[in-house]
T-cell receptor, first 119, second 113 residues
Framework: GAVVSQHPSRVICKSGTSVKIECRSLDFQATTMFWYRQFPKQSLMLMATSNEGSKATYEQGVEKDKFLINHASLTLSTLTVTSAHPEDSSFYIC???????????????FGQGTRLTVV | GQQVMQIPQYQHVQEGEDFTTYCNSSTTLSNIQWYKQRPGGHPVFLIQLVKSGEVKKQKRLTFQFGEAKKNSSLHITATQTTDVGTYFCAGPGRGSTLGRLYFGRGTQLTVWP
């Protein structure tokens, strides 16, 4: 299957600083990428949909000014957590679907996830 | 966003016992997907069901899609310790959210040897 690479896998930052997480699709062009947040032993909460060359679409309740998403190319999307606070500590996962092939019947390929700890 | 309900949240079984997780949607789904997330890992695609009443098998795993395309189940026969992990169902968005996947809360399976 397709490969999605996410970096870094773990990051510890100080409160008030910003952290950038990268998500790359290695062997297909991901016109659309998705960013999820997962709390311990809980489900994947969709934060935003990242579309190449356009602004991201955020889910209700997600602060777009805090979670900056950029999708500058067909293989790279970034999530920047700005002015991080301890409550932002979580597991962030990106995923990509090859929506050019068919919108509904394609699986999602996930990155390895990023464990963010804000101290 | 769209909600997909999944039960139970946790399931503890002894190795060799069967396991089932159920997924329900209030709206008709065009398809449903199942993923497995091992402890400390990321979700990995297992299967997709598209047709009403569809049943698919992968070795000891049996996946079903309801006739009304609103519910689905995953059944594991004779669980093994390698089955440990969280199993998620996911349904697609509708209308303006088409293309997105919305996940159930998952069922965390623990298998005792």
């Amino acid at each position: 299957g397709a490969v999605v690479s996410q970096h870094p896998s773990r990051v510890i930052c100080k409160s008030g600083t910003s952290v950038k997480i990268e998500c790359r699709s290695l062997d297909f062009q991901a016109t659309t990428m998705f960013w999820y947040r997962q709390f311990p032993k809980q489900s994947l909460m969709l934060m935003a949909t990242s579309n190449e060359g356009s602004k991201a679409t955020y889910e209700q309740g997600v602060e777009k000014d805090k979670f900056l998403i950029n999708h500058a190319s067909l293989t790279l999307s970034t999530l920047t957590v700005t002015s991080a606070h301890p409550e932002d500590s979580s597991f962030y996962i990106c995923s990509a679907r090859d929506l050019v092939q068919g919108t509904l019947n394609t699986e999602a390929f996930f990155g390895q996830g990023t464990r963010l700890t804000v101290v | 966003g769209q909600q997909v309900m999944q039960i139970p949240q946790y399931q503890h079984v002894q190795e060799g016992e069967d396991f089932t997780t159920y997924c329900n949607s209030s709206t008709t789904l065009s398809n449903i997907q199942w993923y497995k997330q091992r402890p400390g890992g990321h979700p990995v695609f297992l299967i997709q069901l598209v047709k009403s009443g569809e049943v698919k098998k992968q070795k000891r795993l049996t996946f079903q899609f309801g006739e009304a395309k609103k519910n689905s189940s995953l059944h594991i026969t004779a669980t093994q310790t390698t089955d440990v992990g969280t199993y998620f169902c996911a349904g697609p968005g509708r209308g303006s959210t088409l293309g997105r996947l919305y996940f159930g809360r998952g069922t965390q399976l623990t298998v005792w040897p």
